[in-house]
């Protein structure tokens, strides 16, 4: 959390934990159907959100004082990342070929995006405004296309994507949501502004 006194993890002995920093007992666990691939908490650390990788394909969303699930997800395939915004209002996941966007109240998406690629992470604003998503295309041999997405919450039309014509492996975006950065297989680190999608530069590893 962002005053550090809640911390999250998950397991691949299929847990999801909550712990005090002032603690090495966690304040409760839960098992899920599977290790546990993604988590994320809530600046204010009210909010945990955990998703199943491999055989698993459940998200499920907590309040910090019980480890009973406020609602559950199943997303037909494993969970690849899951972000949530500050306040806990707005959920993302991302999963092969889906960004879902959910709102705390609901087990229900809010929308769906099938960029028709696999997503490997996903990143959403602080206010829950912005999100920015990974997609990668096998293309046939070794050969795969890589994709930055940015969306605003409330539409699942994406506001642009960008290609580094490999894998985009990693995506964050700031917490005011002006500024994306992308991580790719063509060994560059990439800067976009939020209003367009060319690059304002990108860096070679």
Do not use: Q
């Not at 090495?24 to 650390?45: H, M, N, R």
Request: net charge negative.
């Amino acid at each position: 959390s962002a005053d550090g006194a809640y911390i999250t993890a998950g397991s691949e002995g299929s847990k999801v934990y909550l712990y005090h920093k002032d603690s090495t007992t966690p304040l409760w666990d839960y098992t899920t159907g599977d290790y546990v691939k993604s988590v994320a908490i809530s600046a204010d650390g009210e909010y945990i959100i955990a998703g199943t990788g491999s055989d698993g394909d459940e998200v499920y969303f907590f309040n910090k004082d019980s480890s009973t699930p406020l609602w559950t997800y199943s997303a037909g395939n494993a969970i690849a990342s899951v972000d949530i915004s500050a306040n806990g209002e707005y959920i993302v996941v991302g999963r092969p070929s889906n960004v879902n966007l959910f709102n705390k109240n609901s087990s229900t998406p809010l929308w769906s995006y099938n960029p028709g690629s696999f997503v490997d992470e996903v990143s959403i604003s602080a206010d829950g405004e912005y999100i920015t998503s990974t997609g990668t295309t096998w293309l046939g041999g070794s050969d795969y296309d890589g994709w930055v997405y940015l969306f605003n919450k409330d539409s699942s039309t994406p506001l642009w994507s960008y290609t580094t014509g490999n894998t985009v492996y990693s995506v964050a975006i700031s917490a005011d949501g002006e500024y994306i950065t992308a991580a790719s297989a063509d060994y560059k680190v990439y800067l976009f502004d939020k209003n367009s999608s060319t690059p304002l530069w990108s860096y070679t590893t």
